[in-house]
């Protein structure tokens, strides 16, 4: 990634079409443009907000500040029964890149009642084709070296449809957040791993176990125990008190609420293997890895700009490749495409803003983003994507397997965005 050196001269033209927009901004929502000395004074707020024990004790959003998760793949969440099923992130509303705990996504296999853990009760155990087999407290695991990283996890799931008109409908069931524990393969060396044991199985505590065969190389690699979620301890619907983090890989490879790691030699086939994109032991670090990624998240469906001039146009990328490397943007429905800016640093499997000024001609268009990892995988259109995952003849209208293709935002002539997937 190059830094971008702009000229003295192309940042004062920037600069001028940016004050022309706002001016016309304004202009249009009915204020007189102020071009003299005299500053515009700002309202006070309205009322102020009493302090109480709650506020104090755990902060509290605006009450201006409503953006939610929501239900995804049109099942109840919770249902009748108390259960939650797959729930969506609000991008639509997304800064940066750290998804707040609180809007965290949830996927589950089958529908969840939370585990509600105590964490002095819970253990961890290590066992199987080990020289020393192992359990370990949560004060055990604390005691031991952490690392801390930015990771997404991303359901396979987490496919677009024309039916959807909002980026939290078609991309919801990804987040990323910033993740603290300890390396996955500290505990294996501590516990003597056999020559021949190539695969770990990684089991929840719930009756379905949530378990998952995992390559002993990724198990080696960079996976994490979990206790901490942006700054805090992972909350109960992410895995409390411990999880999985499988960096890159599908998300129901994540296992949350772990209480036992088995090392095997072969690939164990669990209830997961319903929920997995491909059963193939042999290709199958590549097969569980998500592809390279990106979704403009503003403006995106449902939203409406007020009128022609500047936009910053804002999105994530992602792939379970590595850092993203770059993306691109179209403005001219895939005509012509041009480098986006990639804002903050580009973590390995790590959602990654990226940025591209933009200014709008007030005329019909389709805005698209692509981004490109270090690997050099390019992320694919729809049409790529439907032809690998089914035959022709299928017709198939949506992605049967991981949908990682390039999403279109239709931008009509008013100002207001829309899903444009056919
Ligand atoms: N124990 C357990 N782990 C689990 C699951 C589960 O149901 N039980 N769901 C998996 C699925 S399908 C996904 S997509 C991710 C979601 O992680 P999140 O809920 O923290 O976003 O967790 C995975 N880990
Ligand atoms: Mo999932």
Redesign the pocket.
């Known amino acids: 990634m190059g830094v971008k050196k702009s000229d003295r001269r192309e940042f004062l033209k920037r600069g001028a079409a940016l004050a022309g927009s706002l001016v016309a901004a304004r202009t249009a929502v009915g204020q007189t443009p102020d071009h003299t000395e005299h500053t515009p004074v700002a309202p006070g707020p309205d009322a102020f907000l009493r302090g109480s024990d709650e506020i104090v004790a755990y902060g509290k959003r605006s009450r201006f500040v409503t953006s939610v998760r929501i239900p995804h793949g049109g099942r109840a969440s919770p249902d009748q029964f108390g259960l939650d099923f797959h729930i969506a992130t609000p991008l639509q509303d997304s800064v940066g890149v750290i998804t707040p705990s609180s809007l965290?996504?949830?996927?589950?296999?089958?529908g969840?009642f939370i585990p509600d853990i105590d964490p002095e009760k819970h253990r961890l155990m290590i066992h199987g084709m080990v020289d020393r087999p192992l359990v370990f407290t949560m004060a055990e695991l604390k005691r031991l070296p952490s690392v801390t990283r930015m990771h997404f996890?991303?359901?396979?799931?987490n496919r677009a449809s024309s039916r959807h008109t909002t980026v939290q409908e078609t991309h919801g069931?990804t987040?990323c957040a910033e993740w603290t524990g300890v390396l996955l393969s500290t505990l294996l060396k501590e516990a003597g791993v056999h020559a021949n044991a190539d695969w770990i199985v990684a089991e929840?505590?719930?009756e379905?176990?949530?378990a998952s065969s995992i390559p002993m190389a990724k198990a080696m690699d960079d996976c994490l125990l979990c206790y901490g979620m942006n700054g805090e301890p992972v909350r109960p619907?992410?895995?409390f008190p411990l999880?999985l983090l499988v960096p890159g890989f599908?998300?129901?490879?994540?296992?949350?609420?772990?209480r036992r790691i088995k090392v095997v030699d072969q690939y164990y086939m669990t209830y997961n293997d319903f929920?997995h994109l491909t059963r193939d032991p042999v290709n199958a670090a590549l097969g569980y890895q998500i592809g390279p990624k990106s979704v403009i998240t503003h403006p995106s469906g449902g939203q409406q700009l007020p009128g022609p001039g500047f936009y910053e146009v804002s999105g994530l990328a992602w792939s379970g490749g590595g850092r993203v490397a770059r993306v691109e943007v179209t403005t001219d429905g895939g005509r012509t495409w041009r480098d986006a800016d990639i804002r903050g640093t580009a973590h390995p499997m790590a959602h990654t803003r990226f940025s591209f000024e933009w200014n709008w001609d007030g005329k019909e268009c389709e805005l698209q983003s692509r981004c490109i990892d270090e690997l050099g995988q390019i992320q694919p259109s729809r049409a790529q994507a439907l032809e690998f995952w089914s035959t022709p003849e299928e017709k198939a209208t949506s992605v049967k397997g991981q949908d990682n293709s390039i999403q279109p935002w239709r931008i009509a002539s008013d100002g207001s965005v829309h899903n444009a997937i056919i």
């Not at 996890?153 to 799931?157: D, L, N, Q, S, V």
């Not at 599908?250 to 772990?258: A, H, M, R």
């Open positions: 965290h996504y949830m996927g589950t296999t089958r969840s996890i991303e359901c396979a799931g069931m987040s929840g505590v719930e379905v176990k949530g619907q992410q895995g999880r599908e998300g129901i490879f994540n296992v949350k609420w772990l929920g």
